[in-house]
T-cell receptor
Framework: NAGVTQTPKFQVLKTGQSMTLQCAQDMNHNSMYWYRQDPGMGLRLIYY???????DKGEVPNGYNVSRLNKREFSLRLESAAPSQTSVYFC????????????FGQGTRLTVV | QQQVKQSPQSLIVQKGGISIINCAYE??????FPWYQQFPGKGPALLIA???DVSEKKEGRFTISFNKSAKQFSLHIMDSQPGDSATYFC???????????WGAGTKLIIKP
């Protein structure tokens, strides 16, 4: 089972460049999430999608956009990258129901120079 | 009221010792409290979880202690091993919307 697959694993961007981080899950989960992880800051929610066709802002949405392409795929786009967006990005998915477990991808390490 | 406060930020424990990480919450509507373990270069993965109607849950060397009246819960790692060195996150979930509210994480180092 692949679980949650993120691409790419590493990326270096110049300030002002754009890119899209891809995420796909094969567990038939309704909810998908994008987090960023910075040293000492834990996991901060950027955007989430509770179901296909819906997206909502999280704690730190500025500078990002998302697309829930279908039930499997949830992409994160940086339109004009800034050095402050240097971080490790994680995609996650969860089912619904009591005690649902979050499954994470392996992360994308993004550096903006 | 949606926050989960986790401490300490970092922890160094000798091999064989007990590692203790604490979390506190305010929202009494939370009804599921998982702990996640994250190794370097990997995403977090579920370690152990508890519901508030239970005061303790044990899985191998890992135990969650839950104090509903104090709105606190903690992770205890008995006989800590170097392989337990990782970052640990506590979290809380509302069953009504399944949103995960995360603690800030604790970087645990077990010294041989």
């Amino acid at each position: 089972n692949a679980g949650v697959t993120q691409t790419p694993k590493f990326q270096v961007l110049k300030t002002g460049q754009s890119m899209t981080l891809q995420c796909a899950q094969d567990m038939n989960h309704n909810s998908m999430y994008w987090y960023r992880q910075d040293p000492g800051m834990g996991l901060r929610l950027i955007y989430y999608s509770a179901s296909e066709g819906t997206t909502d802002k999280g704690e730190v949405p500025n500078g990002y956009n998302v697309s829930r392409l279908n039930k499997r795929e949830f992409s994160l786009r940086l339109e004009s990258a800034a050095p402050s967006q240097t971080s490790v990005y994680f995609c996650a998915s969860t089912g619904t129901g009591a005690g649902t477990e979050a499954f994470f991808g392996q992360g994308t390490r993004l550096t903006v120079v | 009221q949606q926050q989960v406060k986790q401490s300490p930020q970092s922890l160094i424990v000798q091999k064989g010792g007990i590692s203790i990480i604490n979390c506190a919450y305010e929202n009494t509507a939370f009804d599921y409290f998982p702990w996640y373990q994250q190794f370097p270069g990997k995403g977090p993965a579920l370690l152990i979880a508890i519901r508030p109607d239970v005061s303790e849950k044990k899985e191998g060397r890992f135990t969650i202690s839950f104090n509903k009246s104090a709105k606190q819960f903690s992770l205890h790692i008995m006989d800590s091993q170097p392989g337990d060195s990782a970052t640990y996150f506590c979290a809380a979930i509302l069953d009504s919307n399944y949103q995960l509210i995360w603690g800030a994480g604790t970087k645990l180092i077990i010294k041989p």
